[in-house]
């Protein structure tokens, strides 16, 4: 091959076959495509699409195998001619496509081809955009014409000297303070305010704690702050500033959010306090030369003392403080608030602030109206019960003077700041009086809160009860204090309705309704019979009754009877006296079945009688027959009275012609239980006519240390009303019988 000229110059290199160009090798067609990206987006290897093909199709045809000969002659040709003809088209699409892929290299390279031009073409457009990019940054950096006076200046002095003024003080560092010039200095304005404190500073008494320490004066005002202030210089009318304050609290309670009330305040907090106090410490001084307003701008002018009346600014200072100290106590209480009622609280309890935040409201034992309750019924005689149980207010009020006096100071403290005025500014009245307030907490129970009217004298608590406690700020304590409070009240009027009310028969015995106080709380224990006793509490929470049963049978079935028995009474709690009454009945009647069964005696809680048939037997609230087993006729009746049991064997007759078959009572013998433990028998037998003769009411039963059916130590504080063992109950049936 013959060397390729060019510009008058070539050459040809025999080992490699390649010509040379002005010295530059030309590379070759397939060095060329080499270099080209390899574009391979939207392709298919076709030997992959072959193969798919294939065996899809084989697929089908094996199925057609298997299933084709259970089919009919018709279907199976049905079958195979469509199978034909989809693969003939799968077929020919497979053949179409193979005869495409001849070009798919000539399609390949130009798609290579493609690809290199646009990245190509992005480089030029990427060199563009760099060079107009260093255009439009090396414009700014042209150099600045020769200045050639600061070059005299340099040469000539050694330094500029037309710099600014405002630049050097703001650029040249000061020379620093030696240490005994930062000593006397302080010493210098510890001077001037000791001497503005002694001899013209009003200072409230509340306040007259100070020491001066560090170029500053450190003011504390017990149970509310610490501040420290500072002198702006010597003269009289310099004016003070706040450098820093703390406010004196502990959150009580639950720590949890502790970090977000600080008692040295922090960021923007802390200079909202510091610039409102510097406000009111220089209320009646004029404007520094530097904040002066520009020109044009007129500001309303300063307040001026009237004639007679001294500057107090500290005393400006301490109403600020006390008020600021006061609502963050406030605003503490009302976050323990709102996190109680995000601890479970939140429907029985709500949180209430005023506008001015100086009033906080909490609502306890809050109830659901009868309104909301839907799909149940009210009752029209139902008693109308408040929707919350009581309100504990906390508010930021004024200090009211003690009797007889104009000023809630001590003596003491009176004349100490009379003593001051008259001392500092003689006959001049200062600018501002203090201003004493306090947290004051109100509490304020409904009334008829769980269908109960409490005494006055039950509903209050002393003022150093209520009284917040900086030291230890805890709302929940506070509100447990109350709660506590009223629950005691409401199981007091609970205890007098037992004891004094209609029911008074019933529970009218030492020991049989009991207020006892277990860890802080309240509750309500009724003897019912034996060793069965009922509580009521009250939760502190909800504010619901609950009843809980302590006894033998408090296991047998009777928590789902008491969780029943619980909500019914939560709807109307007028109702409690009544269910305890019922209660203890049913109690002693359930016992004394269990006794029955026990024995293997035939019981009944009622018979087929008329109503004039039971009333022979006296007034009964409740009665068990336990029929003979020897005498069906006849039955050994205990007869429930409000004081204790009566017994009686009664012979019955069956009155066949009636609807029911009513019985009638025939004879009628009370029986002397004392007696007949003592093995001596006493019955007195009657013939009862309709006129219903006086009985003989059997005489109560004295319990031996020797029964049998003793109870244990815990029970024997109770009275032995319905108190009928196992062995007394046989030996009355096994003389019955």
């Known amino acids: 091959m013959s060397g390729v000229v060019s510009n008058g110059a070539s050459s040809f290199d025999p080992s490699h076959g390649q010509p040379f160009t002005n010295g530059f090798h030309e590379p070759s067609i397939e060095e060329l495509l080499h270099e080209l990206p390899v574009v391979q987006d939207g392709q298919v290897p076709l030997g992959e699409l072959v193969s798919r093909v294939a065996q899809a199709l084989y697929a089908e045809l094996s199925e057609l195998a298997e299933t084709m000969p259970n089919m009919s002659d018709a279907a199976r040709k049905r079958v195979l001619a469509d ?146 202030l500072c002198l702006k210089g010597a003269q009289s009318n310099d004016g003070w500033f706040v450098v820093d304050v703390e406010f004196l609290f502990n959150v009580g309670g639950d720590q949890s959010g502790l970090q977000d009330f600080p008692r040295r305040p922090s960021g923007m907090l802390k200079r909202h306090i510091l610039d409102e106090g510097d406000a009111r410490l220089a209320f009646y001084l004029p404007l520094p030369a530097d904040q002066q307003p520009p020109p044009g701008v007129e500001l309303p002018p300063r307040p001026q003392l009237p004639d007679g009346f001294a500057d107090a600014p500290l005393v400006r200072l301490y109403n600020f403080l006390q008020m600021m100290s006061l609502s963050y106590q406030l605003e503490i209480m009302w976050f323990q608030g709102e996190r109680l009622r995000s601890l479970g609280w939140a429907d029985y309890l709500t949180i209430g602030m005023t506008n001015n935040r100086q009033t906080l409201t909490v609502s306890y034992w809050i109830r659901r109206s009868p309104s909301e309750t839907a799909g149940r019924p009210q009752p029209p005689n139902r008693a109308k019960l408040p929707l919350l149980g009581g309100t504990l207010t906390i508010s930021i009020v004024p200090v009211q003077p003690k009797p007889g006096s104009k000023s809630s100071r001590s003596p003491k403290d009176r004349i100490l700041a009379e003593l001051q005025q008259r001392a500092k500014l003689d006959i001049a009245r200062p600018s501002d009086e203090v201003e004493s307030f306090k947290l004051d907490v109100k509490w304020q129970p409904e009334i008829g809160a769980l269908g109960v009217g409490i005494p006055p004298e039950d509903a209050c608590l002393s003022e150093a009860e209520l009284q917040i406690n900086s030291e230890d700020l805890d709302l929940e304590a506070l509100l447990r204090k109350v709660i506590t409070k009223h629950t005691e009240a409401i199981l007091k009027v609970f205890k007098f309705q037992l004891q004094h009310g209609p029911s008074r028969n019933v529970f009218s015995d030492p020991g049989e309704v009991e207020l006892i106080s277990e860890d802080g709380s309240y509750t309500l224990r009724t003897h019912l019979c034996a060793d069965e006793i009922v509580v009521v509490t009250i939760d502190a929470r909800t504010g619901r009754l609950n009843l809980r049963d302590t006894g033998d049978l408090a296991a047998a079935g009777r928590g789902s009877r008491f969780a029943l028995l619980t909500q019914t009474l939560n709807e109307n709690p007028t109702m409690l006296v009544q269910l305890l009454v019922t209660l203890k009945f049913s109690t002693i009647t359930e016992a004394v079945e269990q006794k029955a069964k026990y024995l293997g005696l035939q019981s009944y809680r009622i018979r087929n009688f008329p109503r004039e048939e039971l009333q022979k037997l006296g007034p009964a609230r409740g009665t068990l027959y336990i029929q003979l087993s020897r005498f069906p006729n006849h039955y050994l009746v205990l007869v429930i009275t409000d004081e204790d049991f009566r017994y009686a064997l009664i012979s019955v007759k069956v009155l066949s012609e009636t609807v029911h078959a009513n019985m009638i009572m025939e004879d009628i013998g009370w029986l002397d239980v004392r007696r007949i433990h003592g093995d001596e028998l006493a019955i007195h037998l009657q013939n009862v006519t309709l006129d219903g003769d006086d009985t003989v009411v059997g005489q109560r039963r004295k319990r031996g240390p020797d029964d049998v059916g003793g109870r244990t130590d815990s029970v024997q504080r109770f009275s032995s009303r319905f108190n009928l063992d196992t062995k007394t109950l046989r030996e009355l049936y096994a003389y019955c019988w």
């Not at 700014?140 to 005299?152: F, K, V, Y």
Request: hydrophobic share 40%.
């Open 83 to 228: 199978w034909v003809v989809h693969s003939k088209k799968q077929v020919v699409k497979l053949y179409a496509v193979v005869k495409w892929a001849r070009d798919a290299e000539v399609v390949q390279k130009a798609m290579n081809v493609t690809a290199f031009l646009m990245d190509q073409n992005r480089q030029f457009e990427d060199a563009v955009h760099g060079l107009k990019y260093a255009k439009d940054s090396l414009d700014p950096a042209r150099l600045r014409n020769h200045d050639l006076l600061t070059a005299l200046d340099v040469l000539t002095t050694g330094s500029y000297r037309r710099l600014p003024s405002c630049i050097k003080k703001a650029i040249i560092p000061q020379t620093p303070l030696t240490d005994e010039e930062v000593a006397k200095t302080l010493a210098d304005i510890e001077d001037a305010m000791r001497y503005r404190l002694r001899m013209t500073e009003i200072i409230p008494v509340e306040m007259s704690r100070y020491c001066i320490d560090k170029g500053r004066v450190h003011f504390t005002a017990p149970r509310l702050f610490e501040t420290s």
